[in-house]
């Protein structure tokens, strides 16, 4: 976070939040934003805005004046945009499966929302194509040459030279951060978490970080969710969406004021945001987990199999050496399930041969459904066939809320401390 943050936007999380929030645990940061005022967070906003359209119009200045523009044109760009008016940001590499010309779509629609004299918007875009990729640059020269019509150049720029510089000022500076990749092709969508931190909304495609993180109180949803491949009847009802979300939600909310001039519902957007996705979307809280489940546990594991000269480290390769000789003698024998009194209840035979069933665990599993995850219930052992030598009986009782033909019983190796299936890998199922 304090790589995107912006110096008024520290002060703001340290007033709320102390100096060392990102140090430690984050549970009460949403509470503490919470308590922030919706005076402070408007004035923090409006500042973000003017302090965003003065570098703007810097920049682009010396981007025409390096490319020998007229002196005119380099002077009319240090005054262009407004610093009260809702400024939307797109910024990224420009690649035909991220749709950077979504907005493009109907280029009338959009000039008639840039040029609302009401409700005025304006677009600041960047990016770069890779040198080989000609349908990322052929991208880019239609933004220019919308960009380059006499009625849309107050309203919109493309800032040149993208880097990480010019990305820290897009994302402490833009009301609202636009992504519109192609499902399922955003890896992540960071660039979207980077605005969090200093009150910037997203409106994004429910994919990446945003199929995870979005709920309609902290900012906005394009698409369904589902996979549509690159049909452009599909890709034109997304364009069609993206304009009705900006005409009839977002840009009403950040123009609609109270008494005081403070648009009150966009301020609670961006508060709940803030408050909600901050913590969670930021590689402090990544870095963090990744040590206290991960990295941490690993060296714990390490010390244990280290102990004693390596006692538990040579146990654990008797065992994965036991695995190799007799996993391929194992067989799963009859399964039989009845439902009882809400209860699916199942009964499944294995054949371990000499195989110690302690350096095995049998499973109940079952893929997941309707959006839930996969179950996996272990299954216990009850008792040993006296006929048949290395027979043995597992049994496991769950809930009747999935049919039982959709669960089978699964055969994985077992051994304390060891990692399954990173340190090994076998796995039998029942057919």
Known sequence: MPTWDSAPADDLWTDSCGKQRWMGTTETLESDIHHVSDTKLWQFRTDASKSFVEYARERLSGQLAAAGSSAKSVEAAKHLFDPNALTLGFARRFATYKRPNLLLHDPQRLLRLLT??????????????HPEDKAGQALIHEWIKFIRQPETQPHIAFLSDYDMMLTEHLVQGVDVWI???RRPWEACGTSGMKVLVNGGINLSELDGWWAEAYTPEVGWALGDGQEHGDDP??????AEALYGLLEREVIPEFYARDKDG??????????????????????????????????????AAYRARAK??????????DWQHELEQKWGRVRFGAMK?????GQHVFEVQLCLGDLDPNAVRVELFTDGANGDRAISHEMKLTSQSVDTVGVHVYDANVP????????????????????????????????
């Open 400 to 431: 009747a809320t999935r049919p039982a033909a959709d669960y089978t019983a699964r055969l994985i190796p077992h051994c304390e401390g060891v990692a399954i299936p990173l340190e090994v890998a076998n796995i039998l199922w029942q057919r």
């Open 337 to 341: 399930a009845e439902t009882k009194d």
């Open 262 to 299: 403070i648009p009150s519902a966009w301020v609670k957007r961006m508060r709940e945001s803030m408050a909600r996705l901050t913590p969670t979307f930021s590689a402090d809280r990544a870095v963090r987990e990744y040590t206290e489940q991960h990295y941490l546990p690993a060296a």
């Open 233 to 238: 009847a599909w890709d034109a009802t997304e």
């Open 116 to 129: 609302n004299r009401e409700h005025p918007v304006q677009l600041i875009i960047a990016g770069k194509a």
């Open 179 to 181: 992504n519109t990749p």
């Open 308 to 317: 004693n000269k390596g006692a538990a480290g040579e146990q654990v390769i």
